[in-house]
Nanobody, 119 residues
Framework: QVQLVESGGGLGQPGGSLRLSCAAS????????MAWYRQGPGKQRELVAR????????YYADSVKGRFTISRDNAWNTVHLRMNSLSPQDTAVYYC????????????WGQGTQVTVSS
């Protein structure tokens, strides 16, 4: 049974930082591309950042480039999203996503974690 469990969401201050984590189980983590998506109020779900199983450069949405950093620890089957310089526009439910690098149709989602940026 595949599980992706996000943690680290909550209330963040404008200009502050939060770190999200996603713990994966039931998959061979190292051969999966991992990503963070988000869905803000009244908006469509969007890709925020992706880290690949191979050596490809990480991908970041323009809206978070330079502020967010995605990383992975294959030894612990975890992926992280470090979010700096938070703004209210970052308020959203953040979802962890895993896709098999060799077959994108095999993919999984976490349940999501709420991030609210407000003073």
């Amino acid at each position: 049974q595949v599980q992706l469990v996000e943690s680290g969401g909550g209330l963040g201050q404008p200009g502050g930082s939060l770190r999200l984590s996603c713990a994966a189980s039931g998959i061979s983590f190292s051969i999966y591309d991992m990503a963070w998506y988000r869905q803000g109020p009244g908006k469509q779900r969007e890709l925020v950042a992706r880290i690949f199983s191979g050596l490809s450069a990480n991908y970041y949405a323009d809206s978070v480039k330079g502020r967010f950093t995605i990383s992975r620890d294959n030894a612990w089957n975890t992926v992280h999203l470090r979010m700096n310089s938070l703004s209210p526009q970052d308020t959203a439910v953040y979802y962890c996503h895993a896709r098999l690098a060799s077959r994108w149709s095999e993919d999984y989602w976490g349940q999501g974690t709420q991030v609210t940026v407000s003073s």
